[in-house]
């Protein structure tokens, strides 16, 4: 599979369509030179993009350092999965795939075939990886590097998909005008709504388990032709779907839900965590079947804008839409806090996944983080910077042996001794982003 980030690393993509001249011969030669410098000098494309610029950060205040790679397509992350061989990271501008055990990034993009390039949500389900965007479902094959893409022509409640959980024998997707469930088996599709049982129709989080379906919702907008003062249904919480009965219970403020604006939900081993977009955490025991207990800013939270919990085991993971993450350690009831100067991306998290011994965090606008919980590293996977666009239309290489790229939408420069890159475009100076052609001066740099 092959996307635009993608092309941004290989080189061979920049030359299609592009008219080979007398004057620009040369300039395939550089480009042949560039690879052979990166080390990926392959003539077929490439979906594997081995090139990473890593650098050390020190927080100033904190003395804690923590490693920066440039390998992300997007720094704004929705969401993370995980399994042993691929790190899976839905962002605003496609999808990165990190290869763990063979190393490398792959990208994705609507280029490849996903229904958009703002992913919601990633779900992995045996050989196959879900991603919802808000123009449907889109389902990549492992096997076959195939992507199909599911819409409410289909079988969908909506077109906007939300979330997305995975057991067994089906696929869950969570809309903005019901709950989704999709049969592995016979290839159907089902609708669960407000007639069904669902306390509203705007799905907002799913989780599942052996027993139990457990949908987190928020409240439907209001139909500007209801003239009720309180008109039904508009109130959202927490449904649970009893499989051995098919039935549904409905949860909010009334029996102890602290709010019904439901961001989150995680199952642990003996409750189940419900995250609230402004209100804080509720806890529910899967023993007593009741709430028992509420965490806000009153008590241990530093922030009641919760957008991810996850269930690690003995403990807790909360994230925060601006506080950064709390970890709660259940046997010796013991919180610790994370922000930004401990060695977060952003103190704005977005999501939270674990694999083994390392914990995943995606943040709105500064990509993802990873945690070793052994050794206490971080690493911040962030945004790469590569070529302003794929349209080259002259190189030119300085007395320094940096490499000079004119395109349609900027220049990027290549510097070889620090294998790093550098975008300027129209908002650092330029005249017009549209370079056509670049000559050297030997006493000074390119000259556009």
């Given at each position: 599979m092959r996307?635009?980030?993608q092309a941004k690393q290989n080189f061979p993509r920049f030359l299609v369509g592009t008219k080979v001249t007398a004057c620009n011969l040369w300039s395939l030669l550089l480009l042949t030179v560039i690879f052979m410098v990166i080390g990926c000098a392959k003539l077929m494309p490439d979906p594997q993009s081995d090139l990473v610029l890593e650098e050390a950060l020190t927080d100033a205040s904190s003395g804690k350092s923590h490693r920066l790679e440039q390998t992300l397509i997007s720094n704004e992350v929705n969401c993370i999965a995980t399994d042993a061989d691929n790190v899976w990271i839905a962002t605003t501008a496609g999808v990165s795939r990190w290869h763990v055990k063979r190393g490398g990034w792959s990208h994705y993009t609507k280029e490849d075939g996903l229904a958009n390039d703002a992913v919601n949500a990633v779900a992995i389900d045996g050989q196959w990886v879900w991603f919802a965007t808000d123009e449907g479902v889109s389902r990549y094959d492992l096997r076959t590097d195939a992507i199909k893409t599911f819409r409410s022509i289909d079988g969908l409640a909506s077109d906007k998909v939300s979330s997305i959980a995975v057991d067994s024998n089906y696929v869950w997707f969570g809309t903005d005008n019901g709950l989704n469930r999709y049969d592995k088996t016979i290839d159907s599709w089902a609708?669960?709504?407000?007639?069904?049982?669902?306390?509203?129709?705007?799905?907002?989080?799913?989780?599942?388990?052996?027993?139990?379906?457990?949908?987190?919702?928020?409240?439907?907008?209001?139909?500007?032709?209801?003239?009720?003062?309180?008109?039904?249904?508009?109130?959202?919480?927490?449904?649970?779907?009893?499989?051995?009965?098919?039935?549904?219970?409905?949860?909010?403020?009334?029996?102890?839900?602290?709010?019904?604006?439901?961001?989150?939900?995680?199952?642990?081993?003996?409750?189940?965590?419900?995250?609230?977009?402004?209100?804080?955490?509720?806890?529910?025991?899967?023993?007593?079947?009741?709430?028992?207990?509420?965490?806000?800013?009153?008590?241990?939270?530093?922030?009641?804008?919760?957008?991810?919990?996850?269930?690690?085991?003995?403990?807790?993971?909360?994230?925060?839409?601006?506080?950064?993450?709390?970890?709660?350690?259940?046997?010796?009831?013991?919180?610790?806090?994370?922000t930004k100067k401990d060695g977060l991306a952003s103190d704005h998290v977005t999501w939270i996944t674990v694999q083994d011994n390392n914990v995943w965090f995606g943040s709105k606008e500064d990509g993802a983080?990873?945690?070793?919980?052994?050794?206490?590293?971080?690493?911040?996977?962030?945004?790469?910077?590569?070529?302003?666009?794929?349209?080259?239309?002259?190189?030119?290489?300085?007395?320094?042996?940096?490499?000079?790229?004119?395109?349609?939408?900027?220049?990027?420069?290549?510097?070889?001794?620090?294998?790093?890159?550098?975008?300027i475009s129209k908002e650092d100076g330029l005249t017009t982003p549209y370079i056509m052609s670049m000559h050297v001066d030997s006493r000074s740099d390119p000259a556009l």
């Open positions: 996307s635009r980030a609708v669960r709504t407000r007639k069904d049982g669902l306390v509203s129709k705007k799905i907002t989080t799913i989780a599942v388990e052996s027993d139990y379906v457990w949908v987190g919702t928020g409240e439907e907008p209001r139909d500007p032709r209801d003239r009720r003062p309180e008109p039904k249904f508009k109130v959202g919480g927490v449904s649970r779907y009893h499989r051995a009965t098919d039935s549904w219970n409905n949860y909010t403020k009334s029996d102890g839900l602290i709010d019904t604006e439901v961001s989150t939900i995680t199952v642990a081993e003996d409750s189940v965590w419900f995250g609230t977009e402004n209100a804080g955490v509720s806890q529910y025991s899967k023993v007593d079947q009741t709430f028992i207990k509420t965490y806000t800013k009153t008590d241990l939270l530093k922030s009641n804008m919760i957008t991810s919990i996850y269930a690690d085991g003995f403990q807790i993971w909360f994230g925060t839409a601006n506080a950064g993450v709390h970890r709660f350690i259940k046997p010796v009831n013991t919180w610790i806090h994370y983080s990873r945690f070793d919980k052994v050794s206490g590293e971080w690493t911040i996977y962030g945004q790469a910077d590569f070529l302003a666009d794929n349209d080259v239309r002259d190189i030119a290489r300085d007395s320094g042996g940096n490499i000079w790229m004119a395109t349609v939408a900027g220049i990027s420069i290549y510097r070889p001794q620090t294998r790093s890159w550098e975008v």
